[in-house]
């Protein structure tokens, strides 16, 4: 059974290459779903349980397509239990990952 691929809104400018002059408008641009048995949200291998990986691209762009900007590691850990996103957050702070910052990656 084929999955349908996931459309993602976006803004563009078209610019008559005559004039200069720039139009606004919108256009669709098409993702291709996570594969079988990954995580939707983040293509990532994960139990459910755990944080969606905040680093993956699939992530950032699916992500960024539903709410319009980039993902932190707490919003990777939303669907976590209180006690898995203190877990998660104390070992990416001994990282060195600024999470309440917003920091995806280490400093």
């Known amino acids: ?50 944080p969606h990986n905040a680093q993956s691209l699939f992530y950032a762009v699916r992500f960024n397509q539903l709410y319009g900007r980039a993902p932190t590691w707490l919003d990777a850990m939303e669907h976590c239990t209180p006690e898995m996103r203190d877990l998660w957050i104390e070992a990416l702070i001994d ?9 995806v990656n280490p400093s």
């Open 1 to 50: 059974m084929t999955r349908p691929m996931i459309p993602i809104e976006t803004r563009m400018t078209t610019i008559d290459m005559t004039t200069g002059e720039e139009t606004p408008g919108t256009t669709t641009m098409y993702m291709m779903p996570a594969a079988r048995g990954k995580c939707e949200m983040c293509g990532s291998e994960h139990e459910p349980e755990l």
């Open 95 to 103: 990282k060195g990952v600024n999470v309440h910052a917003g920091e």
